[in-house]
C-alpha cells in the first residue's frame, strides 16, 4: 500500500484553498505559539470546520487536554498530533473522546524504541521526526536506517526534512508500518505558504510510480 500524503503548517487561506485541491490524505495546523506556522488568529475556526475531503489535524505541544479538546470542537479536526513530553495517559485521555491520536516523536541514535511500548494501547499512529528542541520544523532529515529499531507493528508517519528528491526514496521504503508522508518546510516559499506548484509536480511524480 503506498503512503498517504499530510501536508502541514498551513495558515492562509487561500494558500490552503489551493493545498486543499490537491486532495491530500491530512493536512495540519500548529497550535504552538512557538513556531513560525502558528496559526494564531490567522484562520476562522468555522471555516476550517466546513472543510471537507480531508483528515484536519490538529499539532499541539504540552497544551492543557481542555485545550485541545476546546480546539478540536471549535475545528472540527479529525485528529491531534503531540509533539510536546505528553504521556500515556494524557494520550488516553484523548483518546477516549474519539479522536485520532498521533504522538510525535523526534528520532536520533540515542532514541530507545522500547519506550514506545508505553503508548501502544493510547494512540493510533506514531509520528518519527528529527530529534531537535523545537519540536519539529527544522527541515532536517534523520537517519532512516535507525527505523530498523521499531520493533511495533502500529502504523506510523515520516516527517523531517522529507522534499523533492528524497520523497521517492521514502515512498519505495517497502515498510509496510509506514502509513503517511509529512510534508512541510521544504513545499515553501515561506513559513506556512505551501509552493503549490512544486506540491503539485511532486504528487504527481510520485503517484505515477
Not at 26 to 40: A, D, E, L, M, Q
Not at 114 to 128: M, Q, S
Not at 167 to 195: C, Q, V
Request: hydrophobic fraction near 35%.
Amino acid at each position: 500500500m503506498k503512503p498517504k500524503i499530510k501536508i502541514c503548517g498551513l495558515k492562509d487561506p487561500e494558500n490552503i484553498r489551493a493545498v486543499l485541491a490537491l486532495q491530500p490524505d491530512y493536512i495540519g495546523f500548529i497550535f504552538y505559539p512557538s513556531s513560525k506556522r502558528f496559526v494564531g488568529s490567522s484562520l476562522d475556526a468555522n471555516w476550517v470546520a466546513q472543510m471537507k475531503g480531508t483528515n484536519k489535524t490538529g499539532v499541539f505541544v504540552n497544551a492543557d487536554a481542555e485545550e485541545v479538546n476546546t480546539y478540536v470542537e471549535q475545528y472540527r479536526f479529525q485528529a491531534v498530533q503531540l509533539h510536546g513530553n505528553e504521556d500515556p495517559a494524557y494520550c488516553a485521555q484523548l483518546k477516549a473522546t474519539g479522536i485520532t491520536v498521533i504522538k510525535a516523536f523526534g528520532i536520533d541514535e540515542r532514541f530507545d524504541w522500547a519506550y514506545l511500548g508505553e503508548y501502544e494501547p493510547h494512540v493510533d499512529y506514531y509520528l518519527f521526526d528529527t530529534q531537535s528542541k523545537q519540536h519539529g520544523g527544522t527541515g532536517v532529515r534523520f537517519d532512516w536506517k535507525l527505523l530498523e529499531g521499531y520493533a511495533f507493528e502500529k502504523p506510523f508517519f515520516l516527517s523531517g526534512g522529507l522534499n523533492a528528491e528524497n520523497i521517492h526514496e521514502a515512498w519505495k521504503m517497502g515498510d509496510n508500518r509506514l502509513y503517511a508522508l509529512d510534508l512541510n518546510s521544504k513545499f515553501e516559499t515561506a513559513p506556512g505558504m505551501k509552493d503549490i506548484q512544486l506540491l503539485k509536480q511532486t504528487l504527481q511524480t510520485i503517484h505515477d510510480e
